[in-house]
């Protein structure tokens, strides 16, 4: 279980620094479920743009700053999608404007490591190649971008809540990181219907096969981020694989926008709604994990009950 | 002491482990990676004899042979990467009887010399019957597949443990930069009995130094037929007082009883007796003070009559089991279905052949797919390469190991003629099959097919959609058996059916002849500029089904609910 000083803490100095308001009474906002900065705090950001890099710094920005999940000497780990040997064209991959973005603001923030990590699918140097993610964040400060595959930078962790499983092997790094942030592609996927910032983070894990043949997929994902929970989710949606996903190719469409939140059921779920797939509009619960997940208390795909902040830049 | 011997013999090891260390993806043009398996000369005559054909990438094995009449087995003493081993382990392997001037005479040595002859009479003999038996005695071949085969994968395997290691005991603070260093190991196929021939050959220099070399090599029998008075020659001054220095240092034992006289077929031009005689009287030139003093070995017409009988019967015996490619009167051999040959093999019965067995091509493999097979193409076919799919799948951007072939066994192609070389198709288990035979959803041969060569169909009476293989999209690559989530064996395998093997010409025209296309998905992607559509079926040419980019009516795409 990944514990980061978010949400308890963030309570907790919230409850210092407005001792005062709590006093005065205006304190309503700050024990919602699922909000956590007071009531101007949006659950979700969505911010539209052409430039990859300036929508994925105003989103974070708007959800109030890099700073409030990194702080100065976190060890922060960032699991885009580069599991395909092809380029951001193809969409298969997240756009590398947006991972670099990330991670230089993470760096701005004073993080003293930043390991972009995937268990990539093809050839995993081709990946790096080809997703042109190293290439982003060659001058990013303390970020490496690396694939994972050695037994040895795997360990085993226990799964409390798992149904599926009680126990799995996920990558070190990532159990002993500060801070969690999952960038995933937004995109279909011929398995899981979509594959977003839950399905994405079986790019952190050692075996992969066994859910699909021994598990029952969804359940599994759920299973599985009921520990590799991020601390924060921005999905690439400046261009979604609306079909043929997760590989590609399949029909490409740009749609311009990242979606940003701390809740990664309310992420998955608002970029469901967003894209169109397979020709199509879906609700959040059309997808099992994202209701499974919601079911399970790990999130909220109601997104039409949570303040959403639109912004354009 | 450093001898102008240890030199040579140290760059020429170096450069040739340095050129196995480049065989390997990415491929650097112009780099000939596989030179000292040129330079061989068993390998170059017999490749001319048993294909009938010369090639210019043959000519250095000849040029050493021409080399043998100036400088006699130069080769053997400074270039050959198996004498250079054998040297080394000479150090501490050594042999148990002591090396003197009395045991060590050309004389008191005679007795397995000539059977390198015979090896190379039997080895030829197979060759003018159109067998290539190269590989049993090619030292270049021997070196090669041993270095590549097993030392390589020893030294990845150690290096990986001790990265392991690193990452225990380091401080944090120094192994951080390590964490990710990632060391892909190897693993091949037989790698026990290619190491335990090449044991049992170097073990003989237990019994003489450069048993091998000596009694056994039919490359250094070759060279010797060429060297038997060569124009550089051993010169023994009057100032010699016979003390013997010379003969027990003789590695090869080609100093006669009397230590003028040097037998050249052996003579490694070491210049070790030039550098140990007391009296300096021994020097190599090229003056002629008398004519080259010549001793045979013990050998008869009947024995190399025999050899070369028994090469040849041994040739008729191969080309007569029921594994031949081209058996007589038959249309087709026994094909195992499972013996995938690497994109661009010459048609069967040329590429055994041509192949050398040196294990290039598996060295530089870039995913570890081919391996030196045993016996499944038959006791011709041993160590040979055959691609294992559901260890590793062909890399679509790679054609490395038709590069790296050092006889053009496997087709030097360019990488967009490679993915047209199709090596088979996939078929589905469909017993096997998470889909076809439980109904569950599953779809990863679909995800890793680099062509889009399968396709989800729906099929009364499950739920899911279901995998068939689109035959004319499929190149065999073998990605789909070697993700296929099913334990043991794939539910999705490659079997050659469909492969083409061309002697020549145009594998893109003969798959269009054929009707295949190969589009791989960066090529479809080529078409697709950010920001615009995939227009349906452009992708995918030819398909009889294509999946779709929209669904149609209440139909729910994959991985879907109802509302």
Redesign the interface.
Known sequence: MIEKPDRREFLKSGLVATAAAVAAGTVGGIFSPGKSFGAEMPDLVVSHGLDPAAITRAAVDALGGIKRFVKPGNKVVIKPNMSFASGPERASNTHPAVVSEVARMCAEAGASRIAVLDHVLNEPRACLKLSKIPEACLNVPNTTVSTVEAKRLYREVQVPQGRQFKTMEAVSDVLDADVLIAIPKGKSHSSSGVSLSMKGMMGLIKDRISFHSRYSLHEAIVDMVTVLKPHLVVIDGTHILSSGGPGGPGTVIPLNLVVASTDMVAADAQMVALGTWYGKKFVPDQVRHIRIAAERGLGRMDIDKLKVQNIKS | MITFQKVTQTVTLFLFLALLLFAAYPHYDGLAVDFFLRLDPLISLGTILATRSFATYLLPGLIVLAAAVLAGRFFCGHICPMGTTLDFLQIPLGPRRKPSAKNNTYEATERFRSWKYLALGFVLAASLAGVSILFVGSPLSLATRFYGLVVHPLLLLLG?SG??LA?SWLPTWLS?DL??V???GRAFATNVFVAMLFVAVTALVRSQPRFWCRNLCPAGALIGLFSRSPMLRRNVNDSCSQCGQCIRKCPTAAISENPAKTVYSECIVCLECVRICPESAVSFSTSRNEPAFSLTPDLTRRGIVLAMGSGLLSAGLLRTGINQPTPRGKERGLVDPELIRPPGALPEADFLTRCVRCGECMKAC??NTLQPVWLKAGLEGIFSPVMVPRLAAC?V?CNVCGQVCPTGAIRDVSIIEKKHAKVGTAWIARQNC?VWEQDR????C???CPY?AIS?QPVPGLRNAAPVVIENQCSGCGWCEN?C???GASAIRVNVIGEIRLASGSYIEKAREYGLSFKT??A??DR???????APGT?IEQAPYS?????QGEE????????
């Open positions: 990986d990265l392991d990452a951080a964490t990710y990632q060391i892909a870039a995913t890399a951007n998470l959803k599953c779809l990863v679909d995800e890793v889009n989800f993700k989530p099913v334990q998905k960066e479809a992607l697709l500029a950010p920001g615009t559509f995939d992708s999946e779709p980019s929209g669904v729910l795409p994959p991985g879907f609910m109802p509302k």
